[in-house]
Nanobody, 114 residues
Framework: QVQLVESGGGLVQPGGSLRLSCEAS????????MNWYRQAPGKQRDWVAG???????NYADFVKGRFTISRDNAKNTVFLQMNSLKPEDTAIYFC????????WGQGTQVTVSS
């Protein structure tokens, strides 16, 4: 059974930082591209960042220069370091494992507010 479990969300002030983690089990982690998505209330789910099996990273324009995605295949974990957070970054953040089919985590809430 495949499971993706996100953690690290919370409440942070504008300009602050958070580091999200997503630990995978039940799959060969190194074979999967990993992505982070987010969904704000009343809005569609948007792709935020992705990292390939070889470690190549890509970012949505709205997080470039502020967010960094990384992976640790030995720990079956993907990370999202989020710096210079803005109120508009408030959303539920979801981890996604992508290969022939996609798997999703349950999400972790990130709230950026003073």
């Amino acid at each position: 059974q495949v499971q993706l479990v996100e953690s690290g969300g919370g409440l942070v002030q504008p300009g602050g930082s958070l580091r999200l983690s997503c630990e995978a089990s039940g799959l060969l982690f190194s074979d999967y591209a990993m992505n982070w998505y987010r969904q704000a209330p009343g809005k569609q789910r948007d792709w935020v960042a992705g990292i390939s099996t070889l470690g190549g990273a890509n970012y949505a324009d709205f997080v470039k220069g502020r967010f960094t995605i990384s992976r640790d295949n030995a720990k079956n974990t993907v990370f999202l370091q989020m710096n210079s957070l803005k109120p508009e970054d408030t959303a539920i953040y979801f981890c996604n494992a992508q290969r022939l089919r996609d798997f999703w985590g349950q999400g972790t809430q990130v709230t950026v507010s003073s």
